[in-house]
């Protein structure tokens, strides 16, 4: 594993990827930076999944106003970047996806680059929640990101895309970023290690599947790791987001 630590840089930019839908981008990114926030890390949480984005209903937040809104604002100075930004009660900032779906094509990649370039230095981490697409807005946000968690299940179905997505990745010189996390790890399905041994890769994570706790948390609208902290999947996300804030993580 290539290890990627960022104790010398300050304001990290991490972006949560993954090329199907479904496979719990969100939970983990959500969980990842709430982890951070409670750790007294000032953490932000960009919703740039446009169209169809809920990190806002996660947190139970009111998202009236998101991306699509600000945009149309004219100026995306820091200010009014932050005036559309809610607060969690951990302290997490969220800009939100809009509530209206139709609304994403008005959002360009210049417009997410201006966005994080206008806040991202007030962050100790800015988690970027993007949707499964490899398109120009993506790809600009990749591209700023000095990590990027690209997550994967153990279904077949995901792991042949993922494989080309990697291959996209390499070609893209985006390779060196990349750290891939197992979300719903089951051995009754497949092995992680037959995963790997088939993918030729390490996963950097391992998060176990608990759906009962995973769903609870979502319809109440309350992080796994704070609604069911001692439960096996809180405990993973914890410390993977522990170990991020410190800088210093590895294959597990």
Excluded: W
């Amino acid at each position: 594993m290539k290890g990627i630590l960022f104790e010398m840089k300050k304001n990290k930019i991490i972006t949560v990827f993954g090329s199907k839908g479904g496979v719990g981008k969100t939970t983990v990114a959500v969980n990842l930076a709430t982890v951070l926030s409670l750790a007294g890390y000032r953490t932000a949480l960009l919703d740039f999944d446009l169209q169809f984005g809920d990190a806002s209903v996660y947190l139970d937040l009111d998202s009236k106003q998101g991306i699509c809104e600000l945009v149309q604002e004219g100026t995306l100075s820091k200010d009014m970047i932050q005036s559309y930004m809610m607060t969690h009660k951990t302290g997490l900032s969220l800009l939100s996806a809009s509530e209206r779906p139709e609304y994403a094509e008005i959002v360009q990649s210049k417009h997410g680059e201006e966005i994080i370039n206008g806040i991202y230095t007030e962050y100790d981490f800015t988690f970027i929640d993007l949707s499964p697409q490899m398109n120009e807005f993506n790809l600009s946000a990749l591209e700023k990101s000095d990590l990027i968690l690209y997550i994967v299940n153990p279904d077949i179905s995901t792991l042949r895309s993922a494989k080309k997505t990697l291959e996209l990745m390499k070609a893209l010189k985006l390779a060196h970023k990349v750290e891939v996390v197992l979300n719903r790890e089951d051995d009754n399905i497949i092995k992680a290690k037959e995963i790997e041994s088939l993918m030729k890769l390490k996963f950097i994570y391992k998060i176990p599947i608990e759906s009962k706790y995973a769903v609870a948390s979502l319809n109440q609208g309350i992080p796994i790791v704070i609604n069911a902290r001692k439960c096996k999947m809180a405990k993973r996300l914890t410390e993977f987001g522990m170990k991020i804030g410190d800088g210093n993580y590895g294959v597990t």
